[in-house]
T-cell receptor, first 110, second 115 residues
């Protein structure tokens, strides 16, 4: 079993939809949780960062962490075609080594 | 700042040849990471350095892979000899730690194809 599991998709939604992306993990020591966005033929870039449990909101993006269920989510409201990308969850027990999910490919069509 | 710089951006080589990938991290960052990304396995950490010292190389697949960081502004990942299964996108990332926060900044990647 992988330490971090993520549905690869692809996920195809119409513009304006609410998107929910999820990851599960097995290591209870993880306390740093991140979402990275990766456009085609580019490197990943940090989108959201959360320490421990709880919610964090940034514009149209909301990250949720449920440590009791070992489950994290990223919600995108009012999705736009420019949100079309691969979204990777990442997590860590310390401030250096990250473990990444395999990524979920999202396509938002006009 | 120019961000993390990687070269070459694309590399096509034949099986058995030596491949050297290069990375220049963001100035002031004290961590440097090498990753490999494939469709099947996703983004895998190969090795990382802190202050130019290798900390964890447990992700390096085998002895054909080696990495060096001779100074704070340069690192190389070498594959010798290369094999077709090494075909992937190789990313370099750098970061610095501020309190509990560490943000890794990725380079554009090197697309390697081994024929």
């Amino acid at each position: 079993q992988k330490e971090v599991e993520q549905d690869p998709g692809p996920l195809s939604v119409p513009e304006g939809a609410i998107v929910s992306l999820n990851c599960t993990y097995s290591n209870s020591a993880f306390q740093y949780f991140m979402w990275y966005r990766q456009y085609s033929r580019k490197g990943p870039e940090l989108l959201m960062y959360t320490y421990s449990s709880g919610n964090k909101e940034d514009g149209r993006f909301t990250a949720q962490v449920d440590k009791s269920s070992k489950y994290i989510s990223l919600f995108i409201r009012d999705s736009q075609p420019s949100d079309s990308a691969t979204y990777l969850c990442a997590m860590s027990a310390s401030t250096d080594k990250l473990i990444f999910g395999t990524g979920t490919r999202l396509q938002v069509f006009p | 700042d120019a961000g993390v710089i990687q070269s070459p951006r694309h590399e096509v080589t034949e099986m058995g040849q030596e491949v050297t990938l290069r990375c220049k991290p963001i100035s002031g960052h004290d961590y440097l990471f090498w990753y490999r990304q494939t469709m099947m396995r996703g983004l895998e950490l190969l090795i990382y350095f802190n202050n130019n010292v290798p900390i964890d190389d447990s992700g390096m697949p085998e002895d054909r892979f080696s990495a060096k960081m001779p100074n704070a502004s340069f690192s190389t990942l070498k594959i010798q000899p290369s094999e077709p299964r090494d075909s992937a996108v190789y990313f370099c990332a750098s970061s610095f730690t501020s309190g509990r926060r560490q943000t890794q900044y990725f380079g554009p990647g090197t697309r390697l194809l081994v024929l």
